[in-house]
């Protein structure tokens, strides 16, 4: 039976229940679903330990590489592992301190296969997904570019 995977990239927010729903509805195989929803902090931590403010979050991307790129990190876990249904949604444009900004859902006939899942597109979509994201903080009209950090390029090394 093939993976159903949905992917959306989108400026507006979503319902992290209805998304759930979505998982589930009509989909008695499936025994596990795996949920993983990203928010927005209203900090930024620096190597050092340095806390930044964060009142806004800007992501930037070009339409169609994105989804082609979120896609390709969704097919990759279902070549992994047991999947009936995986869906993504990643947002972009500006974003407040505690809006959701990325939703990761995995359904399989069993618990490990659906949270692996998860959390592998999770990783993936860290280090790979090609978004470009800006801070600003508090007093603060320029903000500044979030560079890659090595803690997540190290996640990856356990896939």
């Known amino acids: 039976m093939a993976v159903e995977i949905s992917i959306s990239v989108q400026a507006q927010g979503f319902d992290p229940g209805a998304e759930y729903n979505r998982l589930r509805e009509q989909n008695f195989a499936d025994g596990a679903t795996a949920m993983f929803v990203g928010n927005v902090r209203d900090f930024s931590p620096s190597e050092t330990g340095e806390r930044k403010s964060v009142t806004v979050l800007e992501l930037e991307h070009y339409p169609g590489m994105a989804e082609s790129a979120l896609g390709d990190i969704a097919r990759q876990a279902a070549e992994r592992w047991p999947l009936g249904r995986v869906r993504v949604i990643h947002r972009y444009g500006p974003l407040d301190a505690g809006d959701e900004i990325v939703f990761v859902g995995t359904t399989s006939t069993h618990r490990q296969a659906a949270l692996d899942a ?11 997904a090609p978004f470009w994201k800006r801070e600003v903080g508090e ?7 979030v560079e890659a950090r090595s803690s997540d390029e190290d996640a990856l090394k356990k896939w």
């Open 139 to 145: 007093g603060t009209d320029s903000g500044s570019w």
């Open 118 to 128: 998860c959390a592998f597109i999770m990783d993936f979509l860290k280090s790979r």
